[in-house]
């Protein structure tokens, strides 16, 4: 038996928010810049959300930037088209892309999760465990030296989980979050679409009246990976610790960090995102700021790690542009001390 409460575990919490100031700033300066040009155009959205989670008018490249890869598995209809294979094809490619961008992995597996059809998903010891699985993560790379976070989940019926979670939480029909199933070679299988929407379904009708706060949706819906990335999210947040993600798993864990606090989601930011319905929905939802990447679609976190030797040679470039010269005032003490010497 674990020894952590579900009434504990970041209950409560107060996440302090961004200081938007920082932005205006960011961005005011990034526009006095002497340039021949009009600027570094979508790119500027960047700076402009760096100086606010850095609180600083000129933000400067990450330091040490470490990834969160949540894995898992659950079973039942969320599972339709998903493969143990798939999944590690997956892993290999994030590896492989972590490695180009020189970011650490910090991987985290979690329990199999049970049919959302069948009954809730996580009782309620598990659930404490994952949040807090979530937060100890979060808190271990912070403290090793980590100022910048990656965060991406992937296994088996993840997708279907943060459709479920996110339809759940915004009333909005599992229908509408649910594109079109492409499989590996660009096959569409609407049969595995069909499937993993009659779970959602199912999952809905049982839990008819379920609340839409974030512990009762992640337990009857959610599962250990997504439950475990919020904690993660939320945990950043206390450290004002900024946290990228790019898809829909991770998505739907900041929409349901939200209801732990509003300020938590704020710390996060899609530089490149999936254009999966749920990464829209939730974008939306917490006010993220604009993305600035081509919209890659390859699997959760690829894109954000593709994206970041952009991000990082932005901030570089940002810093190294010609500014004027700041201006310095003369108090009416020091201009009449000069009078009187002279």
């Known amino acids: 038996m674990s020894d952590v409460s579900p009434t504990t575990v970041l209950d409560k919490v107060k996440v302090p928010f961004p200081d938007a100031a920082y932005a205006t700033r960011a961005t005011n300066r990034l526009a006095s810049a002497l340039l021949p040009g009009s600027g570094l155009g979508s790119l500027a959205n960047v700076v402009s959300w760096a100086g606010r989670v850095q609180a600083t008018a000129e933000p400067t490249p990450f330091k040490q930037i470490e990834a969160i890869l949540v894995s898992g598995a ?3 209809g969320f599972t339709a088209g998903d493969t143990d294979e798939s999944a590690a094809d997956h892993r290999t490619l994030l590896d492989r892309l972590a490695t180009d961008a020189g970011v650490t992995v910090r991987p985290v597996t979690t329990e199999t999760t049970s049919a959302a059809e069948d009954g809730p998903v996580l009782t309620d010891e598990q659930y404490a465990e994952a949040i807090a699985l979530g937060r100890e993560t979060a808190d271990g790379c912070i403290d090793s030296g980590a100022d910048l976070l990656v965060l991406a989940g992937f296994g088996p019926g993840a997708v279907a989980a943060a459709v479920a979670v996110t339809a759940h939480m915004t009333r909005t029909s599992a229908v509408e979050l649910s594109p079109r199933i492409q499989l590996p070679g660009g096959v569409i299988d609407d049969n595995i679409w ?3 929407i009659a779970a959602t379904r199912d999952a809905f009708a049982r839990a008819n009246g379920a609340a839409r706060n974030a512990r009762t949706t992640l337990s009857e819906f959610g599962g250990a990976v997504i439950a475990t990335m919020t904690g993660v999210i939320v945990a950043a947040g206390l450290r004002r610790t900024p946290v990228l993600f790019d898809g829909p798993i991770a998505a739907s ?3 349901a960090a939200r209801d732990f606090s509003l300020g938590a989601p704020k710390w ?4 490149d995102r999936s254009p999966h319905p749920v ?3 939730v974008a939306g939802q ?4 604009k993305p600035v990447g081509p919209g890659m679609d390859i699997g959760e976190g690829c894109a954000v790690l593709y994206s970041l030797p952009l991000l990082q040679s932005t901030l570089r470039l940002a810093g190294e542009l010609p500014y004027p010269a700041p201006v310095t005032e003369t108090t ?3 201009t009449g001390d000069s009078g009187a010497e002279a």
């Open 332 to 334: 009416e003490e020091s």
């Open 194 to 196: 069909m499937r993993r």
């Open 253 to 255: 864990a900041a929409l």
């Open 286 to 289: 917490v006010g993220m700021a």
């Open 279 to 281: 990464v829209e929905k």
């Open 268 to 271: 996060c930011y899609a530089p």
């Open 74 to 76: 659950t079973t039942g």
